[in-house]
């Protein structure tokens, strides 16, 4: 693999769930190092997209190349030992267990002597985790919950992070803050990919974007250009003003 290849390529992929396809025909580069912002109506796929990149789903054709290597057939337990990681959509720690257990159940395929470290890397990257450490996960705001969603799978330290509507349900100010630990994290060279509805707080950050729509890439480029480009705004993403508030 040259410094330029991109990290995670869809070549091709059609996937579902053993019906008709979900995901159809997907041509998307990853570029290493970077931050994709995937954003398209509901029901687009986009969920459907990050679960086959992880193996969660059925491939029908086409391949999955992570660094290099098709992937398509492997299981999301190799994937992840390859480096991919998965915060899938909604809350899904275990609410009646407290943020240092859940944090060490999410260790599990850490190495036990790295276990320490790997809590260290993830308290330093979210500090506002220290203070919870004896709190019931499901006692946190979800803010809190989705900072914890992301520390659990990043103990691993993977070098490709997929995350699906980080966003969802929070206040505006921890939208951004969510967003702006992404932005870290990529900058510290990770790559991600993060499914977003709130495409102003994402686009804000991130290098590419890609419209998802019926399954199929309907753009992708550079993420300004997006944010820059009215047409494909409103053909693609609704109404949501993108703009800059005139008052
Ligand atoms: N587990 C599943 N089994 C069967 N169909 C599913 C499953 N999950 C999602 N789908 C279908 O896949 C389509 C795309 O869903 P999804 O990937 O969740 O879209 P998005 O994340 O863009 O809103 C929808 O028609 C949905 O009903
Ligand atoms: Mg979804």
Redo the contacts with the bound molecule.
Sequence with gaps: MSGTDPLLRCEGLVA????PP??RKVYLDIPQNEMMTLV????????????ACYGL?KTYAGHIVFAGKSIEKTTPLERYAAGIALVP?GRCNFDRMSVAENLAVAAHSVPVARRPEALDYVLGLFPTLKPLMPSMAGNLSGGEQQLLEMAMVLQTRPKCLLV??PSLGLSPRMQAAVFEKLAELRDAGMTIIA?EQNVRVALAVSNRAAV?VQ?EIAFEGPADQILADDRIRSAYLGAEPLSQPTN
Excluded: F, H, M
Aim: hydrophobic letters at 30%; a neutral charge; glycine letters at 28%.
């Design positions: 579902g769930y053993g019906g979900i995901v398209g109506p509901n029901g687009a796929g986009k969920s459907t997209l990050l679960r789903t959509q699906d509507e499914v998802l399954g």
